[in-house]
């Protein structure tokens, strides 16, 4: 069993009930629905670079290809994630100016 495989089954194995209801509660969110799952996918990606977690980034970009995403796509929600980052950070300087 590899590295990963590893790790996961001991989180599971340590809180059974709270991982079955993790997958299930994942599976659902990302099934098609009003939005389809490629769109979920690709708010995914973006929401993964917002967060900067590595290991949704590993998850959903190959996730997005696999259901249809394009890289440019991919790349182009990237850059909403990245344009609502520096936005958030040019938004707070009002805090800054508010102290000043």
Not at 8 to 24: C, F, G, I, S, V
Not at 77 to 95: L, P, Q, T
Request: hydrophobic share 45%; proline share 3%.
């Amino acid at each position: 069993m590899d590295k990963k495989k590893e790790i996961a089954k001991k989180k599971a194995d340590l809180t059974p009930e709270q991982h079955k209801a993790w997958r299930n509660f994942s599976r659902s969110v990302f099934k098609d629905g009003v939005l389809d799952e490629k769109t979920k996918q690709l708010i995914a990606v973006a929401v993964a670079h917002v967060t900067q977690c590595p290991w949704c980034i590993k998850a959903h970009t190959p996730m997005a290809l696999r259901k249809g995403a394009s890289k440019e796509e991919i790349m182009e929600a990237i850059w909403v994630a990245a344009e609502m980052r520096a936005g958030a950070a040019y938004s707070n300087a009002n805090i800054a100016l508010e102290e000043m």
